[in-house]
Structure formats: structure tokens, C-alpha cells
């Protein structure tokens, strides 16, 4: 140890990747290095470290707090079609947020910075809400939001976090009960890396010979019914234009889709299961179309669990103002559509052999070997036909799949 004086703070595979411990560390001597997989993990500097314990304290890998299963589940979307286009799902982590900023509270959510990095950012404002909607599929960096969070909650101020479950999970782990502090935590398949990301955009200029300047996951661009779709708003020879596409277009997206470039930890997640972080958990409702035939995932339409009393609070400021339409159910009509809240995402061998081959290979090679698909002309094909018959094609698969 004395030629190497950085120590980790637990095995490599089950850090998550929240970055709470840096921020906690009194004596800043904890950084983060990239792995050979693109993931950044923790590092102690043991030579500076101080032995206070309270990054061990901190981590949620090492203290995991739940919240009682819900009794029922809520079907919601923005009554405004606006909100509801704005977001992912049915739109409602804007309207909550809404009621946040309009108490004078803040809220902390993922957004790109300008060079496509995925930062946790604070908005206090309606226009700077708007980069923290929708989803993004790829680890976000934490670093100095839950210092932050700490100083203004000690101050007073009303605060509302929106991540990952284990984020969330970091986050009450660092300030404690706290009744301003607000959670939403995400039904999570698993976090891939900036990194992975970062060259995805890369391929993907060079493919269209364009400048990507801001990219939109679960895009709702017209005629894309699909939850998959995405958008690219780039600059070409000094114009702008959007290349809009689906996940198997897009090497990154298709690499998640296949859940072959997530972080090692979230195959064994912890907090996949039915019992939740987060004051109120949001999600797609798939499956309601078995229960409510009526309605449409694909046309915007949240899952929301409400776990605590701040949890219904939350909602009650939405509901009573009449801004969201929603529906219950009981917890056990649902949860079975929703695989994450029972178990984490099984890893696949193709995993291995993907991070194996992107040592060496370049990356032109590595979406021919990984990440197209080897029925992309039953994807063309399919998606190149009129929503109508997508769906008749989807309730004859549903009814064949139920019977054999």
C-alpha cells in the first residue's frame, strides 16, 4: 500500500457510480478515475484521508433505505398536451416541478450541458425547467449537487430531486430526514456510460457529417408512436436541421435496448424491487392498455407509486388544480408489467464480449459487431408502416404469445 496510497471504498462491481462519497470526503481526498469500461469509480487517497467514515456512512451501497410498498398505483398524464409532449411518459415530473419552483422551492434533475455531458443541474425557474425533462439513459454526474443540496436545505429552501434510485438513496443518506427535501426516484433498467455515449455522438456525426448539438431520448417527433424514437438536432454546413431516427439507429441507444452497456452494479441492483427511495417513483405504465383498453402507453402515460405522506403531498398540489388526469389501481394489478420493480436487469454474455472487443477494436467496427441488428429489415419494415397497422400486427403478436 505504501507505493499506491489510493484504496477503494468497496469492490469495483458494486459501486454505483452516485458520487456522494466525494462530495461528503471534509479533506477532498477521494477522486474519481475511469475504469477500462469507461465508468468512473471512487479513489481514496489514504496518505490525506482522515478516517472520519463518513463516505462509508454515505454510500447507499452500504445503507439502503426503503420506503413501505404502496397499496395502490396511480395512470397519469398531463391534462395539457403541451406538458405532456415536454416530457417523457405522461409529462408529470414537469408539473410537480412546476408546483416545486412555484412555492420559490429548486429542483435538481439531469440535463446535457453543451458538450452533451449529463450533469445533475439545479433549476429555480419554469424556462429552466426544460432541459431537465425527459429521460436520459446514461449516468449522470452528481459532483457538488448534493453539497449543494445540504447548504440550501439548511437554509430552508423547499427542494426537490428527481435521479436514479440509488441517487436518491445517496442524497437522504447525506442531509437525513428532511421535510423540504422532496424525492421522485425512476423506474431504472441500469445507467450505461458518458463515455459510451460520447462515442455513439462521435460515429454519428461522422455518419452524417453534421455537428450533434443537442440530443433527445423518447423524442416525440411527428408519426413517432414508438418509445424509443429520438431526435437529433445538428448543425450542417452552418444550418440547422433534426435527424430523427429509432433505437437500433443509434449505436448507444441500441446498445441499452439490448442491456449489454450498463454499469456492473446495476445487474445486481438493490434497489430494483417493489419497495422504493423516492418519495414518489415515476415510470411508463406499461400493460394498462389490458386494464384501461382506452388508453395508449405510447401516447404519453406515467406510472407513478406514491410512498410516503410527502409523496401524496406532491401530488395532491397537481391533482387539486386540476392538471393531471389519473386513475388507480392496486399495486398487484400492475407491478407484473414493470420487470425492474422485482429484480434488476440480467446481464448478458454479449456484455463481456462487447467491453472486451472495445479495447481493441475500433469503434466502426464495434457497432457492425454489437450494435446492429441482425433483423434491422423486419425493423425497417415494421416501422415503415402506418401506426394502424402496427398495432393490429402488435395485438396479433400479443394474442399468439399468450397462447402458446
Same mark, same amino acid.
Given at each position: 500500500?505504501?507505493?499506491?496510497?489510493?484504496?477503494?471504498?468497496?469492490?469495483?462491481?458494486? !459501486?454505483?457510480? #452516485?458520487?456522494? @462519497?466525494?462530495?461528503? +470526503? *471534509?479533506?477532498?481526498?477521494?477522486? $474519481? &478515475?475511469?475504469?477500462?469500461?469507461?465508468?468512473?469509480?471512487?479513489?481514496?487517497?489514504?496518505?490525506? !484521508?482522515?478516517? #472520519?467514515?463518513? @463516505?462509508?456512512?454515505? +454510500? *447507499?451501497?452500504?445503507?439502503?433505505? $426503503? &420506503?413501505?410498498?404502496?397499496?395502490?398505483?396511480?395512470?397519469?398524464?398531463?391534462?395539457?398536451?403541451?406538458?405532456?409532449?415536454?416530457?417523457?411518459?405522461?409529462?408529470?415530473?414537469?408539473?410537480?416541478?412546476?408546483?416545486?419552483?412555484?412555492?420559490?422551492?429548486?429542483?435538481?434533475?439531469?440535463?446535457?450541458?453543451?458538450?452533451?455531458?449529463?450533469?445533475?443541474?439545479?433549476?429555480?425557474?419554469?424556462?429552466?425547467?426544460?432541459?431537465?425533462?425527459?429521460?436520459?439513459?446514461?449516468?449522470?454526474?452528481?459532483?457538488?449537487?448534493?453539497?449543494?443540496?445540504?447548504?440550501?436545505?439548511?437554509?430552508?429552501?423547499?427542494?426537490?430531486?428527481?435521479?436514479?434510485?440509488?441517487?436518491?438513496?445517496?442524497?437522504?443518506?447525506?442531509?437525513?430526514?428532511?421535510?423540504?427535501?422532496?424525492?421522485?426516484?425512476?423506474?431504472?433498467?441500469?445507467?450505461?456510460?458518458?463515455?459510451?455515449?460520447?462515442?455513439?455522438?462521435?460515429?454519428?456525426?461522422?455518419?452524417?457529417?453534421?455537428?450533434?448539438?443537442?440530443?433527445?431520448?423518447?423524442?416525440?417527433?411527428?408519426?413517432?408512436?414508438?418509445?424509443?424514437?429520438?431526435?437529433?438536432?445538428?448543425?450542417?454546413?452552418?444550418?440547422?436541421?433534426?435527424?430523427?431516427?429509432?433505437?437500433?439507429?443509434?449505436?448507444?441507444?441500441?446498445?441499452?435496448?439490448?442491456?449489454?452497456?450498463?454499469?456492473?452494479?446495476?445487474?445486481t441492483c438493490k434497489w430494483a424491487r417493489s419497495e422504493r427511495s423516492g418519495d414518489i417513483?415515476?415510470?411508463?405504465?406499461?400493460?394498462?392498455?389490458?386494464?384501461?383498453?382506452?388508453?395508449?402507453?405510447?401516447?404519453?402515460?406515467?406510472?407513478?407509486?406514491?410512498?410516503?405522506?410527502?409523496?401524496?403531498?406532491?401530488?395532491?398540489?397537481?391533482?387539486?388544480?386540476?392538471?393531471?388526469?389519473?386513475?388507480?389501481?392496486?399495486?398487484?394489478?400492475?407491478?407484473?408489467?414493470?420487470?425492474?420493480?422485482?429484480?434488476?436487469?440480467?446481464?448478458?454474455?454479449?456484455?463481456?464480449?462487447?467491453?472486451?472487443?472495445?479495447?481493441?477494436?475500433?469503434?466502426?467496427?464495434?457497432?457492425?459487431?454489437?450494435?446492429?441488428?441482425?433483423?434491422?429489415?423486419?425493423?425497417?419494415?415494421?416501422?415503415?408502416?402506418?401506426?394502424?397497422?402496427?398495432?393490429?400486427?402488435?395485438?396479433?403478436?400479443?394474442?399468439?404469445?399468450?397462447?402458446?
Amino acid at each position: 500500500m505504501a507505493n499506491n496510497p489510493n484504496i477503494s471504498i468497496l469492490p469495483h462491481n458494486d !459501486c454505483c457510480g #452516485c458520487r456522494a @462519497c466525494g462530495d461528503v +470526503c *471534509p479533506v477532498s481526498c477521494i477522486s $474519481f &478515475n475511469k475504469d477500462n469500461e469507461g465508468f468512473l469509480y471512487p479513489c481514496v487517497n489514504n496518505d490525506t !484521508c482522515i478516517h #472520519c467514515g463518513k @463516505c462509508t456512512k454515505t +454510500c *447507499p451501497e452500504l445503507k439502503q433505505d $426503503f &420506503n413501505n410498498v404502496p397499496d395502490n398505483v396511480m395512470a397519469a398524464f398531463a391534462l395539457s398536451n403541451t406538458a405532456r409532449q415536454a416530457g417523457s411518459s405522461g409529462g408529470l415530473f414537469g408539473l410537480i416541478a412546476e408546483s416545486v419552483i412555484n412555492k420559490g422551492g429548486k429542483v435538481w434533475g439531469a440535463a446535457f450541458d453543451d458538450n452533451l455531458q449529463l450533469r445533475h443541474i439545479c433549476a429555480t425557474t419554469i424556462v429552466g425547467l426544460e432541459p431537465l425533462l425527459r429521460s436520459k439513459y446514461l449516468q449522470s454526474d452528481t459532483s457538488g449537487c448534493f453539497k449543494q443540496i445540504a447548504k440550501d436545505l439548511k437554509n430552508g429552501t423547499l427542494t426537490l430531486f428527481c435521479g436514479t434510485p440509488c441517487q436518491c438513496n445517496a442524497l437522504r443518506n447525506y442531509v437525513g430526514e428532511n421535510r423540504n427535501l422532496y424525492l421522485i426516484d425512476l423506474i431504472c433498467h441500469g445507467v450505461p456510460s458518458q463515455d459510451l455515449f460520447d462515442k455513439s455522438i462521435a460515429w454519428f456525426e461522422k455518419k452524417n457529417k453534421c455537428k450533434v448539438n443537442r440530443f433527445i431520448f423518447r423524442s416525440k417527433y411527428k408519426g413517432a408512436l414508438h418509445p424509443q424514437a429520438f431526435t437529433c438536432q445538428c448543425s450542417v454546413n452552418g444550418k440547422q436541421k433534426n435527424v430523427n431516427g429509432l433505437h437500433y439507429q443509434f449505436p448507444f441507444y441500441f446498445g441499452f435496448q439490448k442491456y449489454i452497456t450498463l454499469r456492473p452494479s446495476c445487474y445486481t441492483c438493490k434497489w430494483a424491487r417493489s419497495e422504493r427511495s423516492g418519495d414518489i417513483t415515476l415510470g411508463d405504465f406499461w400493460g394498462i392498455d389490458k386494464l384501461e383498453p382506452s388508453l395508449d402507453p405510447k401516447q404519453g402515460l406515467s406510472e407513478v407509486l406514491v410512498n410516503t405522506q410527502k409523496g401524496h403531498e406532491l401530488m395532491r398540489d397537481i391533482i387539486d388544480v386540476e392538471k393531471v388526469w389519473t386513475k388507480e389501481f392496486t399495486f398487484n394489478q400492475v407491478a407484473g408489467e414493470n420487470g425492474c420493480l422485482h429484480g434488476p436487469t440480467k446481464m448478458k454474455p454479449e456484455r463481456a464480449e462487447l467491453f472486451r472487443d472495445l479495447q481493441t477494436m475500433s469503434f466502426d467496427d464495434i457497432v457492425k459487431a454489437h450494435f446492429v441488428s441482425k433483423r434491422q429489415w423486419i425493423f425497417d419494415l415494421y416501422y415503415g408502416m402506418p401506426g394502424f397497422l402496427r398495432k393490429i400486427i402488435r395485438k396479433v403478436m400479443d394474442k399468439r404469445m399468450k397462447y402458446e
